[in-house]
């Protein structure tokens, strides 16, 4: 298994002597970088100046390794990599940090996460949703994080998507939206152009300039994109019952149509088809204007032409390349937003706050708190050719971001000017990434396996090369054996139905969680009889139709003993159920975009008090377990604490305060770990196995006088704001 280094390893690594990068991933030398920055630094510092804006103290260095590991790896640094940290002397080392972290998997991670609140992905998504199809999606998305795919380009796929996911993973953001066209425009140009257009769906914005007119004009370029495939074989089979009916009366095929087994026939094709029915497809369809359209400029139902928001039609705009000339138009640098939108974007994710806020709802009047600025970054952008890593590389390395957050409430009208970041709590991400990292060692190598979703992909493109080179005749004849086949499996799934109707009506929960998972278990035997008759006894069906992935780690040494949910936000169900830390702390329910908040409440205070947490990040077995007992004297221990969960040494006040909570020694007596020398060498085995459970014992006895020093830390706003 590939095995990643501790990051702080990665410091003597990460620079030549000359200063250039040894890794060639990065586009810019760190020369080029540091340019970059004093750039905008200089910009900054000419706006601080004319708004004679009081310039924050510069952080100490652990509590600037703290926010780079929040801002980039998405959670706080261990205790070794805290102390590697402050323990560097390199006058390069808030660089040589920043690029270690941005080439890692942590990075990818926290990456991700950005990505599912902007998509509103979802594991169990609407489209597809028989066959995981959200899974697939955000199988895709981590693959383009995973290769830094330019920003600009991963937009022009998904909105361009056409094809299976097994062909194109970006098909996803249409089914996404699958059955709301309208929705996935208005969605489309908030999320790419931060303009919020969803009021003009149904009348002239009354807010802004654009009319109903307008909105139905942009999504005529993708209303053809239908969720719905599978249609030409549907016409096949379509055709072949009109041909084998060719001789009958109107009367006589309806009546044949009516029966019972023509009735199990089409259940049986659609079972068969159900696979290759979720996609992209392009498709003529035409928009109209609503019923009650009510403007002057058009009548109701008029067809409506694709025509962009801003500026002129794409040059030789037809039916047949509208969606790939939107993608262009839309990605284009000259498009007046794109690029100022992904800039304003990123800076808002770096420094707490846009220079233009909203961040997705830009009209013709919206004006950036440095305008200066966010022209120089629209140009930035540019450059880097939308790769958003270099992009926050160089914002992390201005000065601002290293200095200490803003110490009073900005008002979402009032302009901020950037002397630091903006004070700002976790995000419900962070704060579990954080608490996972102080419960679980090697914590940004446990991940899902995607070798699992790599081989469905490779299962349905079997499936699809099958089912399209059968013969009609011979796909009918396949169903006919599969409605007789599964007539039995039919009646068991009518009655269980019938059951849970039953059970619900009489609000039976635990009769009706039971009849569910009954169900399922039934469905997947006629899932699998289908599946079968088409691709033989050896294809594993579970491959189709199947949900989540498995631990990639699953057997890996280093993981013995710990919890299967203790892993990173990224590699959980998303959003996660109602009720997980996560959704507590404010993760986003993913229906609607950028929706999470960071707002406390009550459930949050309690989840923290006496949150199950707990257990995991004070087991024997936990880093800040093995931590404190690599140390021997009490105040070492107290340290261990602060820079594992505060990442900064404890002031001589805190020390006194903390060692007069945890005095009195532990009562377990130390075991004597004499051995005979005339025991035979199993038994000596035996009982150093024996002693080291003891002693580790005595330890964790010794450490749990400072569990509640570590309580107390966790609960302080120190631990939940990023300073």
Request: with cysteine.
């Amino acid at each position: 298994m590939k095995k990643f280094l501790p990051l702080f390893l990665f410091f003597p690594l990460v620079f030549s002597l000359s200063g250039k990068t040894q890794f060639s991933q990065f586009s810019l030398s760190s020369k080029e970088v540091k340019k970059e920055a004093e750039a905008i630094d200089r910009i900054l510092e000419k706006a601080h100046q004319k708004k004679k804006v009081r310039i924050p103290d510069h952080l100490e260095a652990g509590k600037l390794a703290r926010r780079i590991y929040l801002t980039v790896a998405g959670r706080i640094p261990s205790y070794d990599e805290t102390s590697s940290y402050l323990s560097n002397e390199s006058k390069v080392q808030k660089a040589m940090l920043i690029d270690s972290l941005l080439l890692s998997p942590a990075y990818e991670s926290q990456m991700f996460n950005w990505w599912a609140d902007l998509l509103r992905l979802q594991s169990r998504m609407r489209g597809g949703a028989q066959i995981g199809a959200g899974e697939l999606y955000n199988h895709w998305i981590k693959e383009q994080v995973a290769q830094n795919r330019p920003f600009d380009q991963v937009a022009y796929s998904l909105v361009t998507a056409e094809g299976y996911q097994w062909e194109n993973g970006a098909s996803g953001y249409y089914l996404r939206d699958a059955g709301m066209e309208l929705d996935n425009m208005s969605n489309t140009t908030q999320l790419f152009l931060g303009t919020q257009m969803v009021c003009a769906q149904c009348h002239n914005h009354p807010f802004d300039k654009w009319t109903q007119q307008e909105y139905y004009k942009m999504a005529a370029f993708t209303y053809g994109v239908s969720s719905r495939m599978g249609r030409e074989l549907q016409g096949r089979i379509r055709n072949h019952f009109a041909n084998a009916t060719k001789g009958l009366s109107s009367k006589q095929r309806k009546k044949k149509a009516q029966s019972k087994d023509a009735a199990a026939l089409r259940k049986a094709l659609q079972e068969m088809m159900r696979p290759l029915q979720y996609g992209a497809q392009h498709t003529p369809r035409k928009l109209t204007l609503p019923h009650d359209y009510q403007y002057d400029d058009a009548k109701p139902k008029d067809k409506v032409s694709p025509a962009p928001i801003f500026g002129e039609n794409p040059e030789g705009l037809n039916e047949e390349n509208k969606v790939d000339l939107y993608g262009k138009w839309m990605t284009s640098t000259k498009n007046p937003r794109f690029t100022k939108v992904i800039a304003n974007r990123m800076w808002k994710k770096v420094f707490g706050r846009g220079l233009v806020e909203p961040v997705d709802d830009w009209r013709d009047d919206t004006q950036a708190s440095i305008p200066e600025l966010l022209e120089h970054l629209e140009k930035l952008m540019v450059r880097v050719d939308y790769d958003l890593r270099e992009f926050q590389r160089v914002l992390l390395n201005v000065k601002a971001f290293g200095r200490e957050a803003t110490d009073y409430e900005v008002a979402n009208d009032q302009p901020y000017y950037f002397e630091g970041p903006l004070l700002s709590r976790m995000s419900a991400e962070q704060l579990w990434d954080s608490f996972v990292a102080l419960a679980l060692p090697y914590v940004d190598e446990r991940v899902r396996d995607p070798k699992i979703i790599e081989d469905k992909l490779d299962r349905f493109s079997q499936y699809q090369k099958k089912m399209e080179g059968l013969d009609p005749a011979k796909m009918v004849g396949l169903a006919n054996k599969g409605a007789k086949a599964s007539k039995q499996v039919l009646e068991r799934m009518e009655k269980i139905q019938l059951e849970l109707r039953e059970a619900q009506n009489a609000d039976d929960l635990v009769a009706a969680a039971r009849l569910k998972r009954e169900y399922g278990k039934v469905r997947n035997e006629q899932r699998t009889l289908f599946a079968q008759l088409i691709m033989g006894d050896d294809f594993d069906v579970r491959s189709l139709y199947g949900r989540g992935t498995s631990l990639k780690t699953a057997n890996d040494s280093r993981w013995k003993g710990y919890s299967s949910s203790l892993m990173r936000a990224s590699e959980i169900v998303t959003p996660a159920p109602p009720g997980h830390f996560l959704r507590e702390f404010g993760q986003s329910d993913r229906e609607i975009i950028e929706n999470s908040n960071k707002q406390a409440s009550v459930p949050q205070a309690l989840t923290l008090l006496n949150g199950v947490i707990y257990g995991s990040v004070f087991s024997p077995q936990s880093p800040l377990s093995k931590n404190l007992s690599r140390v021997d004297s009490e105040e070492e221990k107290i340290k261990v604490l602060f820079l594992s969960i505060l990442n900064r040494e404890p002031s001589k006040d805190e020390i006194e305060d903390c060692l007069d909570v945890v005095k009195g020694k532990s009562t377990l007596p130390p075991p004597s770990l004499k051995i005979p020398d005339d025991w035979p060498n199993e038994k000596k085995v035996k009982y150093r196995k024996a002693m080291a459970k003891r002693m580790q014992a005595l330890a964790h006895s010794e450490n749990r006088r400072f569990l509640g020093v570590a309580w107390a830390l966790m609960n302080t706003r120190q631990f939940s704001f990023i300073q």
